[in-house]
């Protein structure tokens, strides 16, 4: 497939100096990209080599771990706990305030959310570690996001919190 030049954008992924590279650089002979025995591929650069693993390529965001660090209901900011949360009637916005960790590549990380309930799609991805939900209907909503480098390989493994937005007195069976 690498040869034909039919590889898919998604399959594709470019390192850099912020990766571990020591340079860019790479040389223009015969056999300078080698995979090895154990699936490794090997890369001869002008002062070196430099080694990729697809293995830890294609399960990479799995060790960024994502977590939600707030959810504001209101003016009153809580801690996301387990279980659902009921958010009274009336409730103007709620917010949420997410973080991953990960050791490599800190400020590639991206996120991506949505809300069930709400939303039909995720989010673009984005640097962005908040996010408001103004005016919500009353009823039943997940907030989940996801972490990724670079906006690639989605960790597939996204926190979430689940609230029930309650009915008005007005809002109920009574009144309409």
Known sequence: ILLSGQVPGNDLRSYGIEDGLTELGGVNRDRSLVAGPKGRIWISLVRGVAMADPQAVTGGSDSIHVRIDSVTVGNASLFPGRGKYR????????????????????????????????????????ETRQVTYRNLDPGSYRFQVEASRNGDFWNNSAASVSFEIERAYWQTWWFT
């Open 87 to 126: 958010v009274p009637p009336n409730t103007n916005n709620i917010g949420f305030v997410f973080s991953a960790a990960t050791f490599e590549d800190p400020q590639g990380v991206r996120f991506r959310y949505r809300l069930d309930g709400s939303d039909q799609d995720w989010s673009s991805a984005a």
